[in-house]
């Protein structure tokens, strides 16, 4: 078999596992944030109360066609295809990798993804997930407006793709170079946000409401010291939890950063540190944005067996969620996963790393 076959066969392989994805989403709708989406804003849902939509500006423009749609197993079904089509592009975008002068990147550990297969359609991670690979892949090709334009998109999409922003400006080889990146990133940015705040200031507002008051801290290292503080009687308020997510984050950012300018990694190893840092210290964790960090690591080949267990972790949060299981299993599960990441991580970071394959432009 040759290269372009198995890469062809890669790409079957990826449409094949996100056809079953999308498939067990239509058995099972309840499992899909796009299922309760349309269910609540069409006034049918008993599970969330009516409130304006609570996503950042381009997530609300990417949902509004699918709330068109004449029920809510359409609007799933759209969105399974639309995640497939985002799938395979990331899968095709990893074949790609190998002309990067990188060592050719784990494929299989995307294609094959646990996490993949029961996570594709439940939002739409993998689409951005894609759009932060896309930027990522622009700098490869010293496409620096380019790379600026994906990152801020994916910001005012689902906000994870700007944990890389700054890490990643070392990395690039002149002054003019990032500062057009930053630019063409700020105006992709800013041009949503002041659009949704235009049209619609209600839900811009709240929006920006929700991230700040939002509690759903169970699966996080958050939730494990909100443990803490109530064994030992403590309260430990919401206001603390962001001030202390918000700092821990830009400081692992800022160290992050540091390494880049100190070692001279691959972009993609930057953007893979950068996630499980936005992963680790973020205030909520959903078990999809596993997605998020699954592309740069397969990429890197970081070590299947600890990126699996992190996966693993995140499928037993999903079925904490929807089987009703004991709530004790939460600590279990974010801790197996934030030292798993953590590892992989470490495995990055470490100087020496065998993965050090490709260079920065």
């Not at 079925?319 to 599960?333: Q, R, T």
Request: proline letters at 6%; charged letters at 15%; a positive charge.
């Amino acid at each position: 078999m040759t290269l372009e076959d198995l890469h062809r066969r890669h790409l079957i392989d990826t449409a094949f596992r996100g056809g079953l994805s999308v498939a067990l989403y239509l058995a099972f709708p309840a499992f899909s944030d796009v299922y309760r989406l349309w269910e609540r804003e069409s006034g049918n849902g008993a599970q969330w109360t009516q409130t304006p939509f609570e996503y950042p500006p381009v997530s609300a423009l990417f949902y509004e066609p699918l709330s068109w749609l004449p029920s809510s197993r359409w609007a799933v079904t759209l969105n399974g295809i639309i995640m497939i089509g985002a799938a395979v592009a990331i899968t095709r975008a990893l074949t790609r990798g190998s002309n990067l002068n990188e060592t050719s990147p784990d494929i299989k550990m995307w294609v094959a993804s646990p996490a993949l297969l029961l996570f594709l359609p439940i939002n739409w991670d993998v689409l951005v997930a894609l759009i932060a690979v896309l930027g990522v892949a622009a700098l490869y090709h010293n496409r620096s407006a380019l790379a600026g334009f994906w990152h801020g998109i994916g910001t005012a999409f689902k906000v994870f793709p700007g944990a890389v922003v700054f890490p990643i400006l070392p990395l690039i080889n002149s002054w003019r170079r990032r500062s057009i990146f930053l630019l063409c990133g700020l105006i992709a940015l800013v041009v949503p946000y002041l659009t949704y705040a235009f049209v619609e200031p209600g839900q811009w507002l709240f929006h920006l409401e929700f991230a700040s008051d939002r509690g759903d801290i169970q699966s996080t290292i958050w939730g494990i010291l909100d443990r803490v503080y109530d064994a030992v009687g403590a309260d430990l308020s919401n206001g603390t939890i962001n001030v202390l997510s918000s700092m821990s984050l830009a400081a692992a950012l800022l160290l992050i950063t540091w390494w880049a300018d100190r070692t001279r990694p691959t972009f993609a190893e930057v953007a893979a540190v950068g996630v499980i840092a936005m992963l680790t210290f973020n205030k909520v964790f959903k078990p999809q944005y596993i997605l998020w960090a699954l592309p740069f690591l397969a990429w890197i080949r970081a070590d299947r067996l600890k990126v699996r267990i992190a996966e693993s972790a995140a499928v037993l949060q999903f079925a904490v969620i929807y089987l009703a299981l004991p709530g004790f299993i939460y600590p279990i599960h974010t801790a197996i996963r934030v030292v798993s990441l953590g590892l992989v991580a470490s495995d990055i970071l470490r100087p020496g790393s065998n993965r050090s394959h490709g260079r920065t432009s």
